[in-house]
């Protein structure tokens, strides 16, 4: 399929994805790209679903102290944070140096309210990644994943890798993924509560948002999570989206959903997604908002935004 279809693209940054189908094929393209970046002397990182986690580890054997291995479930659950503390996290400490990583953020029991989150991260490492001395491998598997997560892999990867070889994306086109992801979310529930606030409401509307989780059973300690959350979100809205704004709240399921819509436009495609300077003032808002909540997905037109967190109860 990727055999002699397009010229390669060169550079310091290498973005390929990797389609495999059962652990053979998986383990061969895996290790190959770790031991190659071990004998170059290069630092490699390793986020997958942990199955995957365990035949990498399991077929390091020795060599699997000398390679930084986080399960992708857990350190990727919500796709906003992966570029920021995994990925861009590990290059950024190894600032002077090529490296290798792994990331495998889409795997099968992906939620469809989750998939376009994904698909997005995989089109924004172009961005994030420009220039960067680094080389990523994201592993899609063919028997487990929808057709259009193939497809849309071919738009965010300007090379693939299967059985029959290696090659360029002849349909590469990153934007066209963020764009085509950027949708209008589905209707809040009729129940939901919403709460219109504006400068002077802020602390209110963080103690109703707080007392809302705790009535729906989530512990303390998480709802002191979404309360913060909470507060950047409808900061922002005040500080940069007009002024003013609406939380809806409800609960899914066994996920309490918080929805901010304001007048506001994030035109920064990367922002919440790149880790920010000790030294700078600000900045951090939406950086929060990916590190504490499960999902994070946004709809923004030159119109206003619509910034939808998940916190699993």
Partial sequence: MTTDIGELPSGPFLHRAFFYRGSDEYLAGTMDFIRTGLANGEPVAVAVPGANLTLVRDALGTDAGAVLLVDMAVAGRNPGRIIPSVKRAFADAHPQRSVRIIGEPIWAGRSEL???????????????????????????????????????????????????????????????????????????????????????????????????????????????????????????????????GALTLWVEETQIVCRVQDNGCIADPLAGRIPVPPNRIGGRGLLLINQLSDLVRLHTTPLGNTLQMHFAL
């Fill in 114 to 244: 989750e998939y376009p989150a994904c698909a997005q991260h995989e089109a924004l490492i172009n961005v994030a990644f420009t220039g960067r001395e680094a080389t990523i491998l994201c592993p899609y598997d063919t028997a487990g994943l929808d057709q259009v997560v193939l497809d849309d892999a071919l738009r965010t990867h300007p090379v693939v890798i299967d059985s029959h070889g290696e090659g360029a994306s002849t349909v590469y086109d990153p934007g066209r993924i963020l764009d085509s992801y950027n949708e209008i979310l589905p209707a809040a529930p009729p129940d939901s509560t919403v709460i219109a606030f504006d400068e002077a409401s802020l602390a209110n509307t963080r103690h109703t948002a707080t007392g809302f989780a705790r009535s729906a059973g989530m512990t303390a300690d998480r709802a002191i999570d979404l309360e913060l959350v909470v507060a950047e979100a409808t900061t922002n809205s005040v500080v940069h989206g007009g002024g003013s």
